[in-house]
């Protein structure tokens, strides 16, 4: 079996592999991590686990798995099998990277993959499967609290999309904002990306994550949600 971890900011996503099947996932606050019963209580009762690949944006959980998983992959832009075409390849997220593969093996270029997560991020492959480089922007959760820390009177609220997009209420107003504004962002940075060249013009547009589906229910512009990207794409550099 095949242990995959992609550690995030919120979050660590973990899934157990029997060859291509996915048998098990689950999920651990990245804050709790260091006290890892979470992680070794998801394995426990799988003693045929013969490889583990990790990819993480968080260097401090990283210290953590390293002594955790002496032997784990560590993925990063060298040993991601595909051309990063940006400045410093060393910046990108291995997250990111891991999806770009993921999206280029299961579906093909070009693509445009979102990831919802605590940052949402864009990513840009073309035909060749090569990394074309991205955008970045705050992600929905951030941008609700961020709402309730820097004002005097609005409330954290649950993020889903009210039944009118006009607000009769300071909680309804703030989830339209919320939802369809993102909505509206994410409309508009699709079709920036798509028209910022040739090489991008026929994306195709695979979103990931876990605000992924929210957001595509109130558009049509997302092809394919595939809410195990990540892991499927660690699988396959693991494999």
């Given at each position: 079996?095949?242990?995959?971890i992609?550690?995030?900011?919120?979050?660590?996503?973990?899934?157990?592999?029997r060859?291509?099947?996915?048998?098990?996932?689950?999920?651990?606050?990245?804050?709790?991590?260091?006290?890892?019963?979470?992680?070794?209580k998801?394995?426990?009762?799988?003693?045929?686990?013969?490889?583990?690949?990790?990819?993480?944006?968080?260097?401090?959980?990283?210290?953590?798995l390293?002594?955790?998983?002496?032997?784990?992959?560590?993925?990063?832009?060298?040993?991601?099998?595909?051309?990063?075409?940006?400045?410093n390849?060393?910046?990108?997220?291995?997250?990111?990277?891991?999806?770009?593969l993921?999206?280029?093996?299961?579906?093909?270029?070009p693509?445009?993959?979102?990831?919802?997560?605590?940052?949402?991020?864009?990513?840009?492959?073309?035909?060749?499967?090569?990394?074309?480089?991205?955008?970045?922007?705050?992600?929905?959760?951030?941008?609700?609290?961020?709402?309730?820390?820097?004002?005097?009177?609005?409330?954290?609220?649950?993020?889903?999309?009210?039944?009118?997009?006009i607000?009769?209420?300071?909680?309804?107003?703030?989830?339209?904002?919320?939802?369809?504004?993102?909505v509206?962002?994410?409309?508009?940075?699709?079709?920036?990306?798509?028209?910022?060249?040739r090489?991008?013009?026929?994306?195709?547009?695979?979103?990931?994550?876990?605000?992924?589906?929210?957001?595509?229910?109130?558009t049509?512009?997302?092809?394919?949600?595939?809410?195990?990207?990540?892991?499927k794409?660690?699988?396959?550099l693991?494999?």
């Amino acid at each position: 079996m095949l242990l995959a971890i992609d550690v995030g900011n919120t979050s660590v996503h973990l899934g157990l592999f029997r060859g291509k099947t996915l048998v098990k996932e689950w999920r651990v606050a990245t804050s709790r991590i260091s006290g890892n019963q979470g992680i070794r209580k998801g394995v426990s009762g799988y003693s045929d686990i013969r490889d583990i690949i990790i990819s993480s944006v968080v260097p401090k959980a990283d210290i953590v798995l390293r002594k955790m998983f002496p032997a784990a992959k560590f993925v990063n832009y060298k040993n991601i099998g595909i051309k990063v075409k940006v400045k410093n390849p060393a910046e990108v997220g291995a997250d990111r990277l891991v999806n770009a593969l993921a999206a280029y093996k299961l579906y093909g270029g070009p693509a445009i993959i979102i990831d919802f997560g605590t940052a949402t991020t864009f990513d840009v492959i073309n035909a060749k499967g090569e990394y074309l480089g991205g955008a970045i922007a705050p992600g929905l959760e951030l941008s609700r609290d961020i709402l309730k820390e820097r004002t005097a009177k609005l409330p954290k609220i649950e993020i889903k999309a009210p039944k009118n997009i006009i607000g009769k209420n300071t909680v309804e107003a703030m989830q339209s904002g919320l939802v369809f504004g993102y909505v509206a962002m994410v409309e508009g940075m699709v079709k920036r990306l798509r028209n910022a060249n040739r090489v991008t013009r026929n994306a195709s547009v695979v979103a990931t994550g876990g605000l992924a589906r929210l957001i595509c229910q109130q558009t049509g512009i997302i092809d394919t949600i595939d809410d195990t990207l990540t892991l499927k794409g660690l699988r396959l550099l693991g494999s």
